[in-house]
């Protein structure tokens, strides 16, 4: 089945520093990728869909030039937290779709942020 | 608007209890998608079930059943004689073929514990 491939799984970096998260499809093309963001014990807020070719579009409250997402080919998107603070801490996870609009999200593993 | 609503934010069973997890969703559109996913411990996100708004046909996979009731709004999922192995964040979550978007609206999860 359709895998996506999220690196790095834990990251700790210090207060100012940025990090740089990749989302790969493994078997398929995705041309739309979603980056989600998860507080502990609440649900995922969808934080960006990223897009092939074209500037990402960035849900109400998102900073873009924070999250930085560049969709760099048909199999790849990152996600780059620039001047990182503690309040970024938090488990950052994307998604892509495996098919129709029918067909379920496939979701990375999730990265784990933890900034000092 | 477009929303999930999973009202049991815990649930403990003991070992070997059936258990029901509420999903009760929000849309105008007549065509629509109910998913619902399983989040371990350890963070991934595990695809379990997919239901179009025109298939009310319940389903059962092993020990897992779903109900989907349209005249109720409601998607829920039953799990019987539950395991150890069981116990994750549970969500539902709701994509509508409107906007011709693949993003999911996810409910706020559940929590099941399952005690030994």
């Known amino acids: 089945g359709a895998v996506v491939s999220q690196h790095p799984s834990r990251v700790i970096c210090k207060s100012g520093t940025s990090v740089k998260i990749e989302c790969r499809s493994l078997d398929f093309q995705a041309t739309t990728m979603f980056w989600y963001r998860q507080f502990p014990k609440q649900s995922l807020m969808l934080m960006a869909t990223s897009n092939e070719g074209s500037k990402a579009t960035y849900e109400q409250g998102v900073e873009k030039d924070k999250f930085l997402i560049n969709h760099a080919s048909l199999t790849l998107s990152t996600l780059t937290v620039t001047s990182a603070h503690p309040e970024d801490s938090s488990f950052y996870i994307c998604s892509a779709p495996g098919g129709g609009l029918n067909s379920p999200l496939h979701f990375g593993n999730g990265t784990r942020l933890t900034v000092t | 608007a477009q929303k999930v609503t999973q009202a049991q934010t815990e649930i403990s069973v003991v070992e070997k209890e059936d258990v029901t997890l509420d999903c009760v969703y929000e849309t105008r559109d007549t065509t629509y998608y109910l998913f619902w996913y399983k989040q371990p411990p350890s963070g991934e996100l595990v695809f379990l079930i997919r239901?179009?708004?025109?298939?009310?046909q319940n389903e059962i996979s092993g020990r897992y059943s779903w109900n989907f009731q349209k005249s109720t709004s409601s998607f829920n999922f039953t799990i019987t004689a539950s395991q150890v192995v069981d116990s994750a964040v549970y969500f539902c979550?709701?994509?509508?073929?409107?906007?011709?978007?693949?993003?999911?609206?996810f409910g706020k999860g559940t929590k099941l514990s399952v005690i030994p």
């Open positions: 239901r179009n708004s025109f298939d009310e």
């Open positions: 979550a709701l994509r509508s073929s409107g906007a011709g978007s693949y993003q999911l609206t």
